[in-house]
């Protein structure tokens, strides 16, 4: 069944293809299983959760640039890059994330909290609100 008001607005359906994206620009052998994601000119691959209400992506600091395995493991890292238009917040007030004060039952101060240009499938969403995740604590 399609959705009537979308083929009314002339919106096609969001196509989100779970394949072997690559998650290093330059290394073609990156590639890992996922949704093919570009957040901030960075490479993922997301795997979608449904028991999550939040977008979580892992830092840079989780993984040492060289160590192109834990790059492809962790599905790509987030790099901060406010020269490219990047927002950061501290806190969830001025963040347009989550409502609540906290991502997984773990208040947000445990995390970093960001906002940037991303594309999944064939749409760009400007603004973004994602957290980035240290995967070594789990947070």
């Not at 008001?5 to 620009?25: D, K, W």
């Not at 989780?62 to 901060?80: N, P």
């Not at 970093?112 to 957290?131: E, K, M, Q, R, W």
């Amino acid at each position: 069944m399609q959705n009537s008001t979308c083929l009314l607005s002339g919106v096609g359906p969001l196509e989100l293809l779970i394949r072997n994206s690559q998650v290093i620009a330059a290394d073609p052998d990156s590639a890992v299983r996922g949704i093919a994601a570009v957040i901030g000119q960075q490479f993922f691959s997301m795997i979608p959760d449904i028991n999550r209400n939040d977008t979580l992506v892992s830092s840079v600091k989780h993984c040492d640039s060289t160590s192109l395995g834990c790059i492809a493991e962790s599905g790509g890292v987030y790099t901060y890059k406010p020269e490219e238009g990047a927002m950061t917040y501290n806190g969830p007030a001025q963040w347009n994330g989550t409502n609540g004060e906290d991502i997984d039952g773990t208040s947000t101060s445990s995390y970093a909290l960001f906002n940037d240009v991303a594309t999944l499938g064939n749409a760009t969403i400007y603004g973004l609100p994602f957290a980035t995740v240290d995967n070594s604590s789990g947070k």
